[in-house]
């Protein structure tokens, strides 16, 4: 019986009235088509920080096809700043992005999307890749990508980006208690963004704050042992940075 | 149910801070920290030396346990696993989603500091395999110090050896050969190594989680895992493509 109502009850039009009403809600789409996914990542060019992003050749190295990597960069309002495309000539392109690139100070999220030059076959790209974070001139400190947020359809990614969800639309309750200890730390800072089409909630620490679609927040923390963020979006996982005396540190939380 | 583990080497310390809760704010009800390491060829269950507060436990490297590994588990459930010689899936506290982390921070004389939510789950400790991992795209080539922790986790009670190799798909060559210790903490330095953006870091024998290491010329510290190599594509033959990837490379370095 259960193996009968299975694709009906994971039917992506019930999953929606699953999420609507709280039973059992789904937050990821499962696809079955071709598709390029990407985390939303942070970029920084604020105070004296720079952004270096590192992306290896899925594409060749799993499916033996040529391919380059998409940037699409928003600032921090969610809004559309620009795209570049970056052949893979190696097994990895190293990217800056700084406020020479950007004409920006300040931060924001970008999408990373390796495109298969020619679909043949059958390719779910989930390139999840390194994001470092400089100081000056200084060597930077890596991140890894948070989860995976927007996707492009490899065979249907000609003259306008069309960019879809990897989350199901949704509204859940849910409390993310950040598993570290804050209190030996001078400051920390919380980068959230909003992968969703509608604005989200976030209270971290009693930090109100409402997040527009894309749109990247910057929450600063300092003499607080946790932190608990409280959301109706369903994976409020930050970016965290923290810093101690004249050193930084940055990890997903 | 998940491990957790230091990282040392000169001049660096490691902290781990592993909650009394999960993501989702629930705290263990009679859960405590328990340790174990590796004595002539037996795994020698304790209760470590930590600082204990309302919400971690936190254990600091030293001389003596920087191989050991932490778990939490009931009285009941350690009495269990203290009579048994391989490790015990004793409880699921730590199976969440989002995934339940401890905060794996190493420190250094200077007081730099990085970090990363790490844990090591059971399942991998009951398996063999390989790790491919590509260190062009986490190595810090211009850095004073760059390098890869390589640590496994296994469930039998043995520190063996295993090869390590940095293998370069530009040229078509191994640069580097290392033995690495199963139940141990690795460390391979990049030191006389030079990046062509083609390196893949490839062990054979044993499953492990590869962290890569780097201090700034500023002295800023750098600490990252890379993703297994299967959460880089989706679909149905995603563990099949992985698969043919390394034995491919299996072949190359052989």
Known sequence: ?253 | MNYFFLLVKEDLKSNLSIPKFKNSGEFSKNLKLFGARIEEQKWKFYKPECIESENFWKVESDDNNFNDIYFLASTEQYDLQSNSNNLLDLNNFTNTFPDYRANLLVKNKAGAISSYQSEYPYQMTQRKGSIYSSISTLGNFHALENGVFVRNIYDKPFQDEFDGYIYDYESGSVLKKVTLITNSCNFISFEDVEDNGSLILFCKGYLGVPIYFSKSKAGNLSLEHTHPPHENIQGPDRFKIVSMIKKDLDEKVS
């Open chain 1, 1 to 253: 019986m259960k193996k009968f109502l299975r694709p009906i009850y994971n039917n992506p039009n019930v999953i929606k009235l699953r999420n609507l009403f709280g039973i059992k809600p789904v937050l990821f789409k499962e696809l079955t088509e071709s598709y390029a996914g990407s985390d939303l990542f942070i970029w920084r060019t604020d105070g004296n920080f720079s952004t270096i992003f590192r992306a290896s050749d899925i594409a060749y190295t799993y499916y033996q096809k040529n391919s380059k990597l998409k940037l699409l960069f928003f600032d921090a309002n969610g809004e559309f700043v620009k795209e570049v495309e970056v052949p893979f000539t190696q097994e990895v392109i190293d990217f800056k992005i700084d406020q020479n690139f950007l004409g920006l100070e300040g931060y924001g999220s970008f999408l990373a999307f390796n495109l298969i030059d020619e679909i043949t076959g059958f390719s779910q790209i989930t390139n999840r890749c390194y994001v470092g974070y400089s100081l000056g001139k200084d060597d930077p400190s890596f991140v890894h990508g948070n989860v995976i947020s927007k996707y492009i359809s490899q065979d249907k990614k000609e003259a306008d980006i069309n960019l879809s969800n990897k989350f199901f639309e949704h509204s859940i309750n849910t409390q993310y208690l950040i598993q570290k200890d804050f209190s030996l730390l001078d400051r920390s800072e919380l980068f959230f963004t909003n992968p969703l089409e509608k604005e989200i909630t976030i209270d971290a620490n009693k930090n109100l704050l409402t997040i527009m679609p894309m749109e990247t927040v910057k929450i600063s923390v300092n003499e607080c042992e946790l932190i608990k963020v409280k959301s109706n979006f369903g994976f409020p996982r930050p970016i965290v940075f923290s810093y101690k005396e004249s050193f930084f540190d940055v990890h997903h939380a």
